[in-house]
């Protein structure tokens, strides 16, 4: 067998790959404990299905990968050998949706002599990977997606040279009516409904690899096939400082941009094991929520790791509302930064971040004169609020060591590093090696301008947030016509599958769909107040900022209150309802055993009931934030109560357009 441990290694996938190999035929099959989910592998030609249920959600689909122009897959007839390899056991999760996940599974490896591919199968989903003892670097990987007739898609699409900057809006749209668009690319999470089953396509435990796009599109009688494109590796880089007068700068800069690319998509050495093709697989969309699948797949922490010490927790946030309204450069000083820390201090809030204006001209070794950092930091921990510094990637790149251990002395908590925009394998080599250097001082990471998650908040627990989303900082310079309920429910089963986001909610000035156009300077939101703090619980985010100005939380105290008391780790999840074009519905149950209940929707005014069950018996105390009855007219409007629920009991409620509630319940 394989050796399947992952190399530290630099690799990244070309667009397209043609794999033409013969095989003997020959299946094999991984069936999940509860055996409702199968992964089959056929090897002649080398190719997957998947099924939930016996209902097959992706049709046969060839995969490949070559190596030094040799395709792993070419003649290689049946296996050498086989070996399945049960899974069991469970681990303590302390930065996650859930207190504790199964990893029961059952595994297969199909050895072929140097390389295989192993099958994972579990009760959330399905998986494969190839693995390979053949040094060299990787021209490509095939690993295209069919799907079935009748497939509802949901989706999102960017530029194909943005692979990595991923925020943008959701698509919905019927598989028969997908096209190739030669511009654009489809990113992930890709979800879709296929036989009355939901299926979340994602890729898991990627280490110096880029990640999983789809592009051209291919229609035919059984059905549609999306066929995979990965960022090819940088051969040449550029730093980038931004607009104006930034274009170009010598020292700073905000991009290391690729000029020029290789040939081939990764490099490296081996034995390795490349990322997981995962599958999520669930009976209804809400379900997804549940999954576990990504994160059980991804690389487990060093065994000797401590990060006993990673504390999760809420973020006031200095730029989205430009400095308290004051505006930049106007707002961004010392003054205003000892408000924002003895707003924080005085209300519980963990962090305060320091967003760009801290450094001069984008160069972190030096500070703004009007920002005096050093005593900020030392002021902020004497009052129990850690400070986290913004910084763009390029003012760290090639000096992650020196960067960690430089602002860790300092009395730093940590960084939010920002306009990765790249998909490639560099960039992910970045983010692992940063990781670990944050890791070795003591320092969290929240990885803002990234693609989504794909396992190393797993390997590296210190890196508890990442952007990934078409998030609220996109209302600062919103249009009359954004609907940004529409991409909020749709995120919470697309974007959120993957894992932790950085949405940034929290805006205390709400206004009605189409009322809105976007200000820089005192920005809001569109939908109703209820609807902005029902993403506290419903979005996960163990570094959740609070995106609004001190000036008008305190002028919103009774909201702010709960919602900067509201949990950002949990220690389990139930999905309760809905679906990425309407609501979103779900349950989360706190580590200290009270339970939160959170929902949103769309544009369209809903009525939504549940059951209690997931409290388990007894009587509880209910505090409800949900819409009034005139909140479709006065967003802002809201009503706050409380009432006492037995466990089990069905509750109703009415949200608005834009609308939503939250509850939280604690036991009597």
Not at 153 to 164: I, V
Not at 408 to 436: P, S, T
Not at 579 to 597: H, I, L, M, Q, T
């Amino acid at each position: 067998m394989l050796n399947s441990r992952i190399l530290p290694l630099a690799a990244l996938l070309a667009a397209g790959c043609v794999c033409d190999c013969v095989h003997n035929g020959n299946e094999l099959s991984a069936v999940s404990p509860d055996g409702k989910n199968s992964i089959r592998l056929y090897t002649d030609p080398l190719a997957y299905e998947v099924a939930r249920d016996g209902v097959v959600v992706v049709p046969k689909t060839e995969i490949g990968m070559k190596i030094d122009g040799a395709c792993l897959g070419k003649n290689c007839g049946r296996p050498l050998k086989t070996s399945r390899e049960p899974l069991d056991g469970v681990i303590d999760t302390p930065v996650y949706k859930k207190g504790r996940i199964n990893l029961a599974a059952d595994t297969l490896f199909a050895d072929f002599g140097g390389w295989g591919v192993r099958l994972a199968a579990r009760n959330d989903g399905v998986a494969y990977r190839f693995e390979t003892e053949k040094p060299g670097v990787v021209n490509c990987e095939k690993a295209d997606l069919t799907l079935p007739k009748d497939t509802r898609c949901w989706f999102n699409r960017t530029g194909r040279g943005l692979l990595g900057c991923e925020e943008t809006v959701p698509e919905f749209a019927d598989a028969s009516a997908l096209k190739t668009d030669s511009e654009k690319a489809i990113y992930l999470p890709f979800v879709y409904s296929a036989g009355g089953k939901t299926v979340a396509v994602v890729d898991a435990g990627l280490h110096d690899y880029p990640v999983w796009n789809f592009a051209d599109i291919e229609q035919f009688d059984g059905g549609t096939k999306l066929k995979s494109f990965f960022a090819k590796y940088p051969k040449t880089t550029e730093r980038v400082g931004g607009w104006g007068k930034e274009k170009r700068l010598q020292k700073g800069g905000r991009w290391v941009k690729v000029k020029e690319t290789e040939d081939f998509i990764a490099k490296g050495d081996a034995p390795r094991a490349f990322p997981w093709r995962a599958f999520a697989l669930a009976d209804s969309p809400c379900e997804l929520c549940e999954t576990d699948i990504f994160y059980a797949l991804a690389t487990p922490a060093a065994k000797d790791a401590d990060f006993s010490w990673v504390k999760p927790g809420k973020v006031a946030w200095d730029w989205w509302n430009a400095f308290d309204n004051k505006g930049d450069p106007q707002g961004c000083t010392t003054e205003t930064y000892v408000r924002f820390i003895d707003f924080a201090a005085k209300a519980g809030v963990e962090y305060v971040i320091f967003d760009e204006g801290w450094s001069a001209k984008l160069n972190i070794w030096e500070y703004s004169p009007k920002v005096d950092v050093p005593y900020l930091i030392d002021y902020a921990n004497k009052k129990g609020v850690g400070i986290i510094l913004w910084m763009a990637w390029a003012q760290v790149y090639g000096e992650e060591e020196k960067v960690a251990e430089h602002f860790a002395r300092l009395g730093a908590k940590g960084f939010k590093v920002d306009f990765m925009d790249r998909a490639d394998a560099e960039i992910a080599c970045f983010l692992e090696k940063f990781a670990a250097a944050c890791a070795k001082h003591k320092m969290l990471i929240d990885y803002h301008g990234a693609y989504r998650p794909v396992g190393l908040q797993r390997t590296y627990p210190n890196v508890i947030n990442f952007e990934g989303i078409h998030g609220l900082e996109q209302m600062k310079w919103g249009k009359k016509d954004t609907d940004m309920c529409c991409n909020d429910v749709a995120c919470f089963f697309l974007r959120m599958t993957a894992g932790p986001m950085d949405y940034t909610p929290g805006a205390m000035d709400n206004y009605r769909i189409g009322d809105y156009r976007g200000d820089r300077t005192n920005p809001g939101s569109v939908g109703t107040r209820c609807h902005q703090m029902a993403l506290m619980a419903l979005y996960e985010a163990p570094l959740q900022m609070l995106s609004d100005s001190p000036t008008k939380y305190e002028k919103n105290m009774e909201c702010f209150s709960f919602m900067a008391a509201t949990p950002v780790v949990w220690d389990d999840t139930v999905g309760l309802g809905g679906c990425p074009e309407s609501f979103a519905a779900a349950a989360r149950k706190s580590r200290d055993g009270s339970w939160y209940v959170a929902a949103i929707g769309n544009r369209e005014p809903r009525d939504f009931s549940f059951k209690t069950s997931f409290l388990g018996d007894g009587e509880w105390k209910a505090e409800i934030f949900r819409d009034s009855g005139n909140s479709d007219v006065n967003p802002a409007e809201y009503v706050h109560e409380t009432k006492t629920v037995k466990a089990g009991e069905e509750l109703s409620f009415r949200m608005a357009s834009g609308g939503g509630f939250i509850a939280k319940f604690t036991k009597l």
